[in-house]
């Protein structure tokens, strides 16, 4: 297996790659597109950043036919389908709080859509639902749910100004190049008063620091090339035209899972591992699931969520 084409990375809140520490190094644990071994650092600041990271190039390799988000909702069991139904629906109720009919949504990184459906499904009015993937198979099944999908990489594509009303941005400001102008395009985007839902892992949850050397689920290698705890990701919000509006953890039983997944992988039985501990199956989602329903009660978990609206 060759190794991947890399670039360099950085910092996304002061944009430095100077004078940090190194976090937690790792392999492609969940899907073994590759055995090279890629480092995250903090920044003096508090950003957290993969140096080097793969290149554009190496998008396909990293993002195989198989990767979860493609065609989600086929990949769940009857259990799991219900009780994401109902999560995602919850989801979905919070957005409806800052729309009214006609309102414009724009999905970064919609995969296929499953997402923008349910919203549609649960507002019961008209809404005009555009999404932005860059799997062509990501893509055409979220077309056959009747949304508009934008073809790229969120960072490429450009939109009009002012021309949304809510913008989701779920699990995506961490795979992307530069963070921080993606949530400047985002400010661009809104109308005056327009708000943006950004979903992305905590690095200060307890699973985080369990397995913060190597393991931990939420590092997603080589994937996810910037992470956040709950200081950071408010201040480059700030930094870039958007006003925090609310802020709050999230349950995120999937990290457990994935974390023990990578330690068993990493000695050399990955099939055992992705037979053992699935992240969709029942048998972990429902303990580890009680768990956070705890942990989300007494500290930040591994997952948080920030609405925040463009500033005046």
Same mark, same amino acid.
């Given at each position: 297996?060759?190794d991947?084409?890399t670039?360099?990375?950085?910092?996304a $809140?002061?944009?430095?790659?100077?004078?940090?520490?190194r976090?937690?190094k790792g392999?492609?644990?969940?899907?073994g597109?590759?055995?090279?071994?890629?480092?995250?650092?903090?920044?003096?600041?508090?950003?957290?950043?993969?140096?080097?990271?793969?290149?554009?190039?190496?998008l396909?390799?990293?993002? &195989?036919?198989?990767?979860?988000?493609?065609?989600?909702?086929?990949?769940?069991?009857?259990?799991v389908?219900?009780?994401?139904?109902?999560?995602?629906?919850?989801?979905?109720?919070?957005? $409806?709080?800052?729309?009214? &009919?006609?309102?414009?949504?724009l999905?970064?990184?919609?995969g296929?859509?499953?997402?923008?459906?349910?919203l549609?499904?649960?507002?019961?009015?008209?809404?005009?639902?555009?999404?932005?993937?860059f799997?062509?198979?990501a893509?055409?099944?979220a077309?056959?749910?009747?949304?508009?999908?934008?073809?790229?990489?969120?960072e490429?594509?450009?939109l009009?100004?002012?021309?949304?009303d809510?913008?989701?941005l779920n699990q995506l400001i961490?795979?992307?190049?530069?963070?921080?102008?993606l949530?400047?395009?985002?400010?661009?985007? $809104?109308?005056?008063?327009?708000?943006?839902?950004?979903e992305?892992?905590n690095?200060?949850?307890?699973?985080a620091r369990l397995?913060?050397?190597?393991?931990?689920g939420?590092?997603h290698?080589?994937?996810?090339?910037?992470?956040?705890?709950t200081?950071t990701?408010?201040?480059?919000?700030?930094?870039?035209?958007?006003?925090?509006v609310?802020l709050k953890?999230?349950?995120?039983?999937?990290?457990?899972?994935?974390?023990?997944?990578?330690?068993?992988?990493?000695?050399g039985?990955a099939?055992?591992?992705g037979?053992?501990?699935?992240?969709?199956?029942?048998?972990?989602?429902?303990?580890?699931?009680?768990?956070? $329903?705890?942990?989300?009660r007494?500290?930040w978990?591994?997952?948080?969520?920030?609405?925040?609206?463009?500033?005046?």
């Amino acid at each position: 297996m060759e190794d991947l084409p890399t670039e360099p990375g950085a910092c996304a $809140l002061c944009g430095s790659d100077l004078d940090a520490t190194r976090l937690a190094k790792g392999w492609d644990f969940e899907y073994g597109t590759t055995r090279q071994e890629f480092t995250l650092w903090r920044c003096p600041c508090g950003g957290v950043y993969l140096n080097p990271r793969p290149a554009p190039e190496a998008l396909g390799c990293i993002y &195989p036919s198989n990767y979860y988000s493609y065609g989600f909702t086929e990949k769940l069991g009857p259990l799991v389908r219900r009780v994401k139904g109902m999560a995602d629906r919850s989801k979905v109720r919070q957005y $409806l709080e800052y729309l009214e &009919p006609g309102a414009r949504v724009l999905d970064i990184g919609c995969g296929d859509g499953h997402l923008l459906a349910d919203l549609r499904d649960v507002a019961g009015y008209d809404l005009e639902l555009s999404g932005i993937e860059f799997s062509t198979d990501a893509i055409a099944s979220a077309r056959r749910l009747g949304i508009d999908v934008a073809e790229g990489r969120a960072e490429d594509v450009e939109l009009p100004e002012g021309s949304f009303d809510l913008v989701i941005l779920n699990q995506l400001i961490e795979h992307v190049r530069e963070p921080a102008a993606l949530l400047r395009s985002i400010a661009r985007w $809104l109308r005056p008063g327009g708000h943006v839902f950004v979903e992305t892992p905590n690095i200060d949850s307890v699973d985080a620091r369990l397995f913060r050397r190597r393991y931990w689920g939420g590092y997603h290698l080589p994937r996810h090339f910037h992470l956040f705890d709950t200081r950071t990701l408010e201040r480059l919000a700030e930094q870039e035209g958007l006003r925090r509006v609310s802020l709050k953890p999230l349950v995120c039983p999937q990290f457990w899972i994935i974390s023990a997944h990578n330690w068993l992988a990493s000695r050399g039985r990955a099939e055992l591992a992705g037979r053992l501990f699935d992240p969709l199956s029942p048998v972990w989602l429902i303990p580890f699931t009680a768990i956070e $329903l705890v942990h989300v009660r007494l500290w930040w978990t591994s997952n948080q969520q920030l609405v925040a609206a463009r500033a005046s």
